[in-house]
T-cell receptor, first 114, second 109 residues
Framework: SAVISQKPSRDICQRGTSLTIQCQVD?????MFWYRQQPGQSLTLIAT?????????ESGFVIDKFPISRPNLTFSTLTVSNMSPEDSSIYLC???????????FGPGTRLTVT | LAKTTQPISMDSYEGQEVNITCSHN???????ITWYQQFPSQGPRFIIQ???TKVTNEVASLFIPADRKSSTLSLPRVSLSDTAVYYC??????????FGDGTTLTVKP
């Protein structure tokens, strides 16, 4: 298994500003993912962030808006840039263990943009 | 990516066995099937993962028929605390995964 922590757990931000969310894993993993979950909705994949390569973004998500860093095998950040109220959501970090191929999720970061 | 289809909601009573079925008709040869439980304001929690036949752990069983086009999560003797949204996910070890809409399970006393 993998234990994932995220910082901050929640934040309230003003429109036009940026927020960087940190994701820390207790073991080394190659594959990491960032998801977004809006209230009452399912999870939507933002991007895949594998160590050693550029992040791969899903349709509807761009690097300028959601830049991602993956400096090592246990850490990643997602930045939500130039925020608007439509960015209010829960952002979740997820990893897939190298050996078992099981995918685990962090507790999420609840973002409110005013 | 294999698209998954689940019932939107299910009701049950405490002590009953609950079976939630997920359809994934275009599952690929190397795809695994994983089920998650999610409570409000929490990240999804890994329940069980399988490739074929039957897998059992301390909280659930996963049944996968030979054609692998569907899977069934079985929760024995549910309690009120099992009320949650349950997601079925299909992915390859090296690939990305996409969530379906999930099944909201409500357990009644």
């Amino acid at each position: 298994s993998a234990v994932i922590s995220q910082k901050p757990s929640r934040d309230i931000c003003q429109r036009g500003t940026s927020l960087t969310i940190q994701c820390q894993v207790d073991s080394q993993v190659t594959m990491m993912f960032w998801y977004r979950q809006q209230p009452g909705q399912s999870l939507t994949l933002i991007a895949t962030a594998n160590q050693g390569s550029e992040a791969t973004y899903e349709s509807g998500f761009v690097i300028d808006k959601f830049p991602i860093s993956r400096p090592n095998l246990t850490f990643s950040t997602l930045t939500v840039s130039n925020m608007s109220p439509e960015d209010s959501s829960i952002y979740l970090c997820s990893v897939r263990t190298d050996r078992e191929g099981e995918q685990y999720f962090g507790p999420g970061t609840r973002l409110t943009v005013t | 990516l294999a698209k998954t289809t689940q019932p939107i909601s299910m009701d049950s009573y405490e002590g009953q066995e609950v079976n939630i079925t997920c359809s994934h008709n275009n599952i690929a040869t190397n795809d695994y099937i994983t089920w998650y439980q999610q409570f409000p304001s929490q990240g999804p929690r890994f329940i069980i993962q399988g490739y074929k036949t039957k897998v059992t752990n301390e909280v659930a069983s996963l049944f996968i028929p030979a054609d692998r086009k569907s899977s069934t999560l079985s929760l024995p003797r549910v309690s009120l605390s099992d009320t949650a949204v349950y997601y079925c996910l299909v992915y390859t070890n090296a690939g990305k995964s996409t969530f379906g809409d999930g099944t909201t399970l409500t357990v009644k006393p």
